[in-house]
Structures are given as structure tokens and as C-alpha cells.
């Protein structure tokens, strides 16, 4: 994804008349890129992601159990 400021940089010299072509080479993005931040209304925002869990999950409690009877490892 883009930043904040390459989005504004890319509405800015298309305002200017650049073509998408010579807006992608300035920016050193996509030229879909380019089409795709011209197209969208508000800058782009970054949410987190939800949490996954590992593959590690399910074995964890008996991990634990396994390492509190023998302390030594």
C-alpha cells in the first residue's frame, strides 16, 4: 500500500496535468496504483488485524504441563 503522502503526492501532480504514466515513475509505484489512489475518495488507513492463533495453540497447556513437572530442562 501506499502512504499518506504518496497519496496526496500522486492527487497532486495529477492536478498538475501528469499523465498516470509519469505520476507512477515520479511516485516509483504501479501505474495501477496510481489509477487505483486517483479513484479513492479518502486517504488510505490502516487498520490491525484481528489476532490469529498459532499452529502452537492447541499444544501450549500441556507444553506448560510438561515443562512444570520437570523444571530442570
Same mark, same amino acid.
Given at each position: 500500500?501506499?502512504?499518506?503522502?504518496?497519496?496526496?503526492?500522486?492527487?497532486?501532480?495529477?492536478? $498538475?496535468?501528469?499523465?498516470?504514466?509519469?505520476?507512477?515513475?515520479?511516485?516509483? *509505484?504501479?501505474?495501477?496504483?496510481?489509477?487505483?489512489?486517483?479513484?479513492?475518495?479518502?486517504?488510505? *488507513?490502516?487498520?490491525?488485524?484481528?489476532?490469529?492463533?498459532?499452529?502452537?495453540?492447541?499444544?501450549?497447556? $500441556?507444553?506448560?504441563?510438561?515443562?512444570?513437572?520437570?523444571?530442570q530442562l
Amino acid at each position: 500500500m501506499i502512504s499518506l503522502e504518496e497519496w496526496a503526492q500522486i492527487r497532486y501532480l495529477r492536478g $498538475q496535468g501528469l499523465s498516470l504514466r509519469k505520476i507512477a515513475a515520479e511516485v516509483g *509505484c504501479a501505474k495501477k496504483t496510481v489509477e487505483k489512489a486517483l479513484a479513492s475518495d479518502s486517504p488510505p *488507513c490502516y487498520k490491525p488485524r484481528d489476532a490469529k492463533g498459532t499452529s502452537f495453540d492447541p499444544f501450549e497447556p $500441556q507444553v506448560r504441563e510438561l515443562l512444570a513437572e520437570t523444571p530442570q530442562l
